[in-house]
């Protein structure tokens, strides 16, 4: 099993420990575990400036493959990129992670959550706001354009989608 190492740390960065990933080096950096286990025999580095991922996924680079890449999956809009002046707040909120249990599933999730709002764009992306309600079923005031709800039920899409998530987290990531 393969693990990643990955940081953002602005020490680590001038110091050359790992390499950029994406564009800037204002971004998020990648190492090795030597890359790590030497930045903290150094003095540059503490254990908690590095987040640890076990597996990865990967998109097929440029245009002709599919989807034309992370591109083109950023074009139609399956995936955000960070703004710049946010990677830092995002960082700071996944570095709270603990490693996925069956006591710490609901936690996880509200935590991959916060880490979404905190790189978003101010906009809302999940349809309907914190703060709106759903409507008391379907009838008079029902706001057919309104996708914030799932389809002839009062249930937030986005309340739908994070227990789709939990579900799938718990099936295929937990057992």
């Not at 706001?129 to 799932?150: A, K, N």
Request: hydrophobic share 35%.
């Amino acid at each position: 099993e393969q693990l990643i190492w990955i940081h953002c740390n602005e020490k680590l960065k001038k110091a050359e420990v790992g390499n950029e990933i994406g564009i800037g080096k204002a971004g998020i950096w990648k190492c090795t575990g030597e890359d790590v286990t030497a930045a903290i025999a150094q003095g540059l580095a503490k254990p908690e400036d590095f987040l640890v991922v076990s597996g990865l996924s990967v998109w097929p680079k440029g245009e002709g493959t599919l989807e034309n890449g992370m591109d083109g999956q950023v074009k139609q809009g399956n995936f955000e990129v960070i703004p710049t002046s946010k990677v830092q707040e995002v960082w700071d909120s996944l570095l709270k992670q603990e490693q996925l249990t069956n006591m710490n599933l609901f936690s996880y999730v509200e935590g991959a959550n916060e880490a979404w709002s905190l790189g978003g764009t101010g906009e809302d992306s999940t349809g309907g706001g914190q703060g709106s309600l759903p409507i008391g079923g379907l009838g008079e005031g029902f706001d057919e354009e309104d996708d914030s709800l799932v389809f002839n039920s009062d249930v937030k899409v986005a309340k739908l989608s994070d227990d789709a998530l939990r579900s799938w987290v718990a099936t295929f990531l937990l057992g």
